[in-house]
């Protein structure tokens, strides 16, 4: 896997559960912990901009259907 170095400022509470997490095996490493936490929230946009799209489409609530939908939408955008 390639990875980019980058410097990076965490507010202190941050911080200390970051290194909490990897003291207790958590998380491998800060940089694994942070690595994690911004893959969340890519993944929770993306479902989003997905749910969106959904709603758009049929004007209303989402299906159980529609859901499985974006299921398999995230599913095959995961794929390498």
Request: hydrophobic share 45%; charged share 30%; glycine share 6%.
């Given at each position: 896997?390639?990875?980019?170095k980058?410097?990076?400022?965490?507010e202190?509470?941050v911080?200390?559960?970051?290194?909490?997490?990897?003291?207790q095996?958590?998380?491998?490493?800060?940089?694994?912990?942070?690595n994690?936490?911004?893959?969340?929230r890519?993944?929770g946009e993306?479902?989003?901009?997905?749910?969106?799209?959904?709603?758009?489409e049929?004007?209303?609530?989402?299906t159980?259907?529609?859901?499985?939908?974006?299921r398999q939408r995230?599913?095959?955008?995961?794929?390498?």
């Amino acid at each position: 896997m390639t990875v980019t170095k980058v410097t990076v400022s965490l507010e202190p509470a941050v911080a200390e559960r970051a290194r909490l997490d990897v003291a207790q095996g958590r998380a491998k490493s800060l940089s694994a912990w942070l690595n994690e936490a911004g893959r969340a929230r890519v993944e929770g946009e993306d479902l989003a901009a997905v749910l969106a799209q959904l709603f758009d489409e049929t004007g209303g609530p989402l299906t159980d259907e529609e859901l499985a939908q974006a299921r398999q939408r995230l599913a095959l955008a995961e794929q390498p």
